[in-house]
């Protein structure tokens, strides 16, 4: 057995923020591991952006990796029009296994493990039925993995509404979790996608493992706890659990020439002088919010790059489903703001290099929703930020970054509560790029940058981890 290849076919649902990770852990377990690994993409047409394809492009030119996109099933049918994204994906991602299990069988051989995202866990039938052994990565962080697969002991525990709450919730061996901070959709026990939330949660722990976007040293606290705390042991079915972050896109300066004028602009800027501001490929806000965070970043009279979309009603993830592109005509703006901006900004509509920006000398911080994806690009970049959670676990990841690693402040009112107040953003902005407590989070995360960059390195805990998670699926295949 042992002149044989492992063959892992890692399946990522719909969406960039479970894609690129997907991506970048099977090109790394390909390179690094020695293994051949199969990425089935589950896509839903307008999510493929040209920068992913671009990258796509760039990883399939090793022999042992390849991608193979699965166009996902029209589920208008099926799922109410009006459903949260999570009910979304989890009904595309079941529609589709038909045409999951067809991709599997024709392939030239089959594979050894099947690897899927936290939205893929009903495809572990397929592995089943295949005999092979099935692992789930979860692309946020491990007090995230503690929450969720606890929910359904939670759900038995707690009487009433989560958010309404008087104290904070217990998660055995972790820091408990705010009622505020609840992941979606908590927040609604009464909604069908709790249901599901709650199902997928038991799901996750019949898996043979779970792989964990984080490192030793970023969270050992909750690592301890799902490894060594008898009760969330118990919860996870005593499964292993592997470190294999941080898992984000890497920082290559030859790719920097083909990023044109905002990189452009960052070279006359002035170093660490530049607030980076973007709400990752799902994150959208009202047009009174977008308002007043024009009219703060003007009023800080800092430097700016900000990538902006047009305003949605009522849904903080309004544009996880887009194609990326936006209205360029920027109507929703204050009047007059690009013209008494031009020289201190540059606004961009829909996406921008979002790593090539953050290893930019002249950029001083990051206004960001906290997905993980994001938060892991601006640790790894060694770039402290404005937390602005708006959807999924991001109210977690932002109270993890701002009171526990002191990386990050954030706004005095939720933004997805109350409209953040022009003044309040502007004291926030200046405070981050020329004040004493940005300069502080910038100490601490230049630490926290070396120490993911420790752990990816060869012979680093998250590197250490990968080995015995590919010693582990050999030893059953033996």
Known sequence: MAHKQLHVAMLASPGVGHLLP????????????????????VTVTATTSQSLSQLIT?????NHFSVIQIPAA?????????????????????????????TISAMDSRPHVLVGDIFAIESCVIADELGIR??????????????FT?????????????????????????????????????PNRYDETYNVYLDYAVRVTLADGLLINTWEDLEPQSLDALRTNEILRSVVKYKPVYTVGPVNKRYEPESVELKGGIIEWLDKQPNRSVIYVSFGSGGTMSAEQIKELAWGLELSRQRF??????????????????????????DYLPEGFLTRTKHVGFVVPSWAPQVEILNHTSVAGFLTHCGWNSVLESVTSGVPMIAWPLYAEQKMNATMLTEELKVAMRPEVSPTEKVVDREQIARMVMNLVEGGEGKAMKMNVDILRDSAEKAISENGSSYLSICNFVKDCWSRIQ
Not at 158 to 164: A, I, L, M, P, Q
């Open 134 to 147: 099935k692992y789930v990565f979860v692309t946020g962080n491990a007090w995230f993995t503690a929450l």
């Open 150 to 186: 606890y929910s359904p002991v939670l759900d038995k525990l707690v009487v009433g509404e989560y958010v309404d709450q008087k104290e904070p919730l217990e998660i055995p061996g972790c820091k408990p979790v705010r009622p505020e901070d609840v992941t979606d959709p908590m």
């Open 22 to 41: 997907i991506l970048l852990l099977g090109h790394r377990l390909a390179t690094h591991h020695n293994l051949r690994v199969s990425v089935l993409a």
């Open 305 to 330: 790059v900000w990538v902006v979309r047009p305003p949605t009603a009522h849904r903080p993830d309004g544009s996880f489903f887009s194609d990326g592109q936006s209205d360029a005509t920027f």
């Open 58 to 62: 760039s990883l399939t030119t090793h």
């Open 74 to 102: 029209d589920v208008s049918g099926v799922a109410p029009p009006d459903a949260q994204v999570i009910l979304q994906l989890c009904v595309m991602m079941r529609e589709t296994i038909p045409a999951i299990r067809t």
